[in-house]
Structure formats: structure tokens, C-alpha cells
């Protein structure tokens, strides 16, 4: 799985799904009105992320931060990031040539399993969890109830090894940060 498997994002994504399937069907609000409201609730974090990118934009076109650079320093770091720009345009030029829609199909995971163990597709993690939980509350609480147990005890187990960890934790660093002064303070000596 590597260094960077996220730790526990299946069970967390998983939980997730399961705590839609779980409190949706205990609200006071029929199905309609869940879904009314998640509606607004993604609107509403469309809206905000569009209105905090035009103050941005707007505030790099007012306050120019780029102009201040003096001329040697800027060629200094052109030729230092030259490969990185490179790269980043040929991203772009790959960026330009998707469709409108690549977005949205590329939120959709091709295989859960995968998508679970890589970082960059957490958003795809999320809409499967999404989705799951919401067929979850379209099936008939019987048969949906060992999935809701499995994951809720899934999700229990997680939470218990992260305050198992939160605890060990001062231990861990001591003993490393112990360690490295020692080590330290052994080549300076000798």
C-alpha cells in the first residue's frame, strides 16, 4: 500500500455513506425534502468557492504581488523552476484539450478498490460513498441494516485506533525526538 495509502479512508468514506442511509431515514422530513436540502447545501458551497475565487483574482489584479520582484531574482527563479513550468504547461495543454464534462466523469471511480488507495482520488471516494448511502435509504431498512451495522462498527473500530494513537503519541515523539539528541549530542562528543 505505500507511504502514502490515507490511513482509514475507506472506513471513513465508508462511514460516511453509511451515516447518510442511517439519519436519513430517521428525519423528520420525508426524502424529498433530504434531498431539497443537500441541494441547497451544494449550491450553497458552489456559490461560496465562486465568490472566494473572484476576491482572489480580484486582489492578485489590484495588489500586482509579481511586480515587486526585482529583475535578477526573477530570472534567478525562471531558470531554477524552468522544468517545473515546463511540465505544469504541458499539463495545461493536456487540461485544454478535455471536454466541459471530464469533471463530472472523472468524479464517477472506474474501480472503488483503486480509487480508495490512491490520495488524488478522494473525490471519488466521497461520491461513491454518497451515492452508496443514498441507495442505501432506497432499500428496506431490513436488508439495508447489516451493511448500516458493518460500517457502523467499521466505523467505531477506526475511531477507537485513532484515540489509541492520539495517546501513544507524546510517547512516539519523545522517544524519537529522545533519540535524535542523544545521537546528536554522541557525534558532537566524540
Do not use: W
Not at 7 to 33: F, K, N, Q, Y
Not at 39 to 63: D, H, R
Not at 110 to 136: D, E, H, P, S
Amino acid at each position: 500500500m505505500g507511504a502514502d495509502f490515507p490511513s482509514g479512508v475507506i472506513a471513513d468514506r465508508c462511514s460516511a455513506g453509511a451515516g447518510i442511509a442511517d439519519h436519513g431515514s430517521s428525519l423528520p422530513v420525508g426524502h424529498e425534502e433530504a434531498f431539497r436540502i443537500g441541494g441547497k447545501t451544494i449550491a450553497i458551497y458552489i456559490g461560496t468557492t465562486v465568490v472566494a475565487l473572484c476576491i482572489g483574482l480580484l486582489l492578485v489584479n489590484i495588489m500586482q504581488p509579481g511586480d515587486s520582484v526585482p529583475e535578477d531574482m526573477r530570472e534567478r527563479l525562471e531558470a531554477t523552476f524552468a522544468d517545473q513550468a515546463e511540465a505544469g504547461m504541458a499539463n495545461a495543454a493536456q487540461a485544454a484539450d478535455r471536454g466541459p464534462l471530464d469533471p463530472l466523469v472523472n468524479m464517477v471511480p472506474g474501480n472503488v478498490f483503486f480509487a480508495a488507495t490512491n490520495n488524488r482520488n478522494m473525490l471519488q471516494i466521497v461520491f461513491f460513498a454518497i451515492f452508496a448511502g443514498i441507495a442505501l435509504l432506497m432499500i428496506p431498512k431490513d436488508k439495508a441494516r447489516p451493511l448500516l451495522d458493518f460500517f457502523d462498527g467499521l466505523n467505531d473500530l477506526i475511531i477507537k485506533m485513532v484515540e489509541i494513537i492520539m495517546l501513544a503519541a507524546p510517547v512516539g515523539v519523545f522517544a524519537r525526538d529522545g533519540g535524535y539528541d542523544n545521537q546528536h549530542c554522541r557525534r558532537r562528543s566524540g
